[in-house]
């Protein structure tokens, strides 16, 4: 019975340290907005490991919109950027630039580790031996879809991504980027018969 709950601890224990998840709370700031988002210009702006994320966000962002004939391109700011300052009116002059009519704005606002025991494992020999100490990465961002015309916010978002010790970039950027597609496409800003392909089910 004991070693039975010691291998679902150390299973459950693996599955964090491994995994990422993203969680998305968001809301549509305007609801007299009628239209449904026909392209979409993301304006990136990751610190720390989660910038290492970005061309896999970028990537994997970008397979998707292409796939349903959705136009998408992206500009990214970092601690050096030499793109400007981090404003709207640089992000619209941007936009506009590469013929966009919404950019969606991806902004890292936090992050912080958490420190946990994993619990007793079962050794070769069937004994308990120790536990192991790990860490768990959670970052915190922010997302507002805007209009260039005008500068009117659609849709913000509050995302949380945890990811363990051994979750990768790649991973992180997977999930990243297809939690804000789902989550656009929830809140019907998409267009009708927009889909995620099946294979991202992986993901």
Same mark, same amino acid.
């Given at each position: 019975?004991?070693?039975?709950?010691? #291998?679902?601890?150390?299973?459950?224990?693996?599955?964090?340290?491994?995994?990422?998840?993203?969680?998305?709370? =968001? @809301?549509?700031?305007?609801?007299?907005? $009628? @239209?449904?988002?026909?392209?979409?210009?993301?304006?990136?702006?990751? @610190?720390?490991?989660?910038?290492?994320?970005? &061309?896999?966000? *970028? $990537?994997?962002?970008?397979?998707?919109?292409?796939?349903?004939?959705?136009?998408?391109? /992206?500009?990214?700011?970092?601690?050096?950027?030499?793109? +400007?300052? %981090?404003?709207?009116?640089?992000? *619209?002059? =941007?936009?506009?630039?590469?013929?966009?009519? %919404?950019?969606?704005?991806?902004?890292?606002?936090? /992050?912080?580790?958490?420190?946990?025991? =994993?619990?007793?494992?079962?050794?070769?020999?069937?004994?308990? *031996?120790?536990?192991?100490?790990?860490?768990?990465?959670?970052?915190?961002?922010?997302?507002?879809?805007?209009?260039?015309?005008?500068?009117?916010?659609?849709?913000?978002?509050?995302?949380?991504?945890?990811? +363990?010790?051994?979750?990768?970039?790649? @991973?992180? +950027?997977?999930?990243?980027?297809?939690?804000?597609?789902?989550?656009?496409? =929830? $809140?019907?800003?998409? &267009? #009708?018969?927009?889909?995620?392909?099946?294979?991202? $089910?992986?993901?």
């Amino acid at each position: 019975m004991n070693i039975k709950i010691t #291998s679902i601890l150390v299973l459950a224990s693996l599955f964090l340290i491994y995994c990422t998840t993203t969680k998305i709370d =968001s @809301q549509v700031m305007a609801p007299n907005f $009628d @239209q449904k988002v026909t392209n979409l210009f993301y304006v990136i702006n990751l @610190q720390d490991k989660m910038e290492k994320t970005v &061309p896999t966000l *970028v $990537d994997k962002s970008k397979s998707i919109y292409t796939e349903n004939g959705f136009p998408f391109n /992206h500009e990214e700011y970092t601690f050096f950027s030499e793109r +400007g300052t %981090f404003t709207l009116e640089n992000m *619209v002059i =941007s936009a506009k630039e590469k013929n966009f009519d %919404f950019f969606l704005i991806l902004l890292e606002t936090d /992050h912080d580790r958490e420190t946990y025991f =994993s619990g007793p494992t079962v050794g070769a020999n069937g004994m308990f *031996v120790g536990g192991s100490t790990s860490k768990t990465i959670k970052h915190g961002l922010e997302a507002y879809l805007y209009t260039v015309s005008d500068t009117t916010e659609i849709w913000r978002a509050k995302i949380e991504v945890t990811s +363990g010790d051994y979750g990768n970039s790649t @991973q992180t +950027g997977n999930s990243l980027a297809k939690g804000v597609i789902e989550r656009l496409l =929830s $809140d019907g800003l998409l &267009p #009708s018969g927009f889909t995620i392909p099946s294979e991202w $089910d992986e993901y």
